[in-house]
T-cell receptor, first 115, second 119 residues
Framework: AQSVTQLDSHVSVSEGTPVLLRCNYSSSYSPSLFWYVQHPNKGLQLLLK??????LVKGINGFEAEFKKSETSFHLTKPSAHMSDAAEYFCVVSSPLDGNTPLVFGKGTRLSVIA | KAGVTQTPRYLIKTRGQQVTLSCSPI?????VSWYQQTPGQGLQFLFE???????NKGNFPGRFSGRQFSNSRSEMNVSTLELGDSALYLCASSLNFGTSGSPNTGELFFGEGSRLTVL
């Protein structure tokens, strides 16, 4: 079984300051992990993914995430927030070796960026 | 390359009615998944289709059904609508089935959704 917990439902940052969105996961097998972003009234878009290669993963729009197996975490960061980063972010886990089970989505973290 | 297209984008129904939502995946994608998104429950997996066969199903009642056609387009149907069915229904496509054995493992391409309001 697998699960994912996004530790903050809402994060608010000032423009130009760092962003940290936290995600912990649980998986019986070696997981694949993803971050998706959803802007208002839009579908989800893949930001980045970890699939057992490098533990530091770089994504689009300056985001990156680090896979820490010992902490079962996959936190999303960005050095400097832009107004356009305001959106809902979802951490997602899958276990490719656990049959073909569907992806499991976290509850989401809403990021607000203050000018 | 055209993205995932969902129709209709918005619709209003009353309790007891039924609704059919349509999803056209990205050209060449053979897998289509459906998700229900609500403020309270977040994103919940409904079902996944690959080559016209349902491969996975989430924990939803039998009122929720779907199918996939030979051109990979998919429809989902909800019968006997309830107030709690009000949600954004998202469709996602991917090259291959499930999340294993593919370089695109887990990479889903989402449509903008169909927002259903049940009165």
């Amino acid at each position: 079984a697998q699960s994912v917990t996004q530790l903050d439902s809402h994060v608010s940052v000032s423009e130009g300051t760092p962003v940290l969105l936290r995600c912990n996961y649980s998986s019986s097998y070696s997981p694949s992990l993803f971050w998706y972003v959803q802007h208002p009234n839009k579908g989800l878009q893949l930001l980045l993914k970890y699939t057992s290669a490098a533990t530091l993963v770089k994504g689009i729009n300056g985001f990156e995430a680090e896979f820490k197996k010992s902490e079962t975490s996959f936190h999303l960061t960005k050095p400097s927030a832009h107004m356009s980063d305001a959106a809902e972010y979802f951490c997602v886990v899958s276990s490719p070796l656990d049959g073909n089970t569907p992806l499991v989505f976290g509850k989401g973290t809403r990021l607000s960026v203050i000018a | 390359k055209a993205g995932v297209t969902q129709t209709p984008r918005y619709l209003i129904k009353t309790r007891g009615q039924q609704v059919t939502l349509s999803c056209s995946p990205i050209s060449g994608h053979r897998s289509v998944s459906w998700y229900q998104q609500t403020p309270g429950q977040g994103l919940q997996f409904l079902f996944e289709y690959f080559s016209e066969t349902q491969r996975n199903k989430g924990n939803f009642p039998g009122r929720f059904s779907g199918r996939q056609f030979s051109n990979s387009r998919s429809e989902m149907n909800v019968s006997t609508l309830e107030l709690g069915d009000s949600a954004l229904y998202l469709c996602a496509s991917s090259l291959n089935f499930g999340t294993s054995g593919s370089p695109n493992t887990g990479e889903l391409f989402f449509g903008e959704g169909s927002r259903l309001t049940v009165l």
